[in-house]
């Protein structure tokens, strides 16, 4: 293995670390946002299933995303984009904005 396929290699590991942490993350929200928001479990359940259910359909997506614009953009835009997203979801003063 050269130095280019351990960059590679390096890369792709942290990229995909950064996502499932941000994707597990999601849950652990949930005790606070029930707290927060006087909802139903009901209501939290759904909108954190949803939310689970958009990033595998945009896993089905994202194969094509990689051979039209490379595979080095699309991770870097998925974790500016998640990293954003968990930025709006902290300053979220209502459950809409979750």
Not at 30 to 47: K, P, Q, R
């Amino acid at each position: 293995m050269n130095g280019n396929d351990r960059a590679i290699v390096g890369f792709a590991t942290i990229g995909h670390s950064m996502f499932h942490l941000y994707e597990l993350a999601i849950p652990l929200f949930i005790v606070y946002w029930l707290d927060d928001f006087a909802v139903s479990a009901a209501v939290i359940g759904t909108l954190v299933g949803g939310g689970l259910a958009l990033i595998g359909l945009g896993a089905i997506v994202s194969g094509v995303l990689a051979d039209e614009y490379g595979s080095k953009r699309l991770m870097l835009a998925a974790i500016v984009g998640m990293g954003g997203s968990f930025l709006l979801i902290g300053i979220s003063p209502r459950l809409e904005g979750l």
